[in-house]
């Protein structure tokens, strides 16, 4: 059994900065793709940034320059690093890790507002 749990959300300001942390625990061997998606209010879910093995990565055209996916293989932890956040950023930010099964968290809230 896979548990995966997203955290740093919140709200920030135009312009502001946060990270948000996904924790693995279980059978995680073998999920070699893991991303980030989000879902804003009345959208529907789309992918943010995924990082499949070690070091690629691809990200959503209207985060490229601004986000940064990276893991931690020791402490089983995908990062998403945001910056310069805009409005339109806002919504419920899920973690995903994909192997032969698919496995979602509960998703954190990030709200972009002044």
């Known amino acids: 059994q896979v548990q995966v749990a997203e955290s740093g959300g919140g709200l920030v300001q135009p312009g502001g900065s946060l990270r948000l942390s996904c924790a693995a625990s279980?059978?995680?061997?073998?999920?070699?793709?893991r991303g980030w998606y989000r879902q804003a209010p009345g959208k529907q879910r789309e992918v943010v940034a995924i990082?499949?093995?070690?070091?690629?990565?691809n990200y959503a055209d209207s985060v490229k320059g601004r986000f940064t996916i990276s893991r931690d293989n020791a402490k089983e932890t995908v990062y998403l690093q945001m910056n310069n956040l805009k409005p339109e950023d806002t919504g419920v930010y899920y973690c995903?890790?994909?192997?032969?099964?698919?496995?979602w968290g509960q998703g954190t809230q990030v709200t972009v507002s002044s």
């Open positions: 279980g059978s995680i061997l073998g999920l070699n793709v």
């Open positions: 990082i499949i093995g070690r070091d690629y990565t």
């Open positions: 995903n890790m994909q192997g032969t099964s698919t496995y």
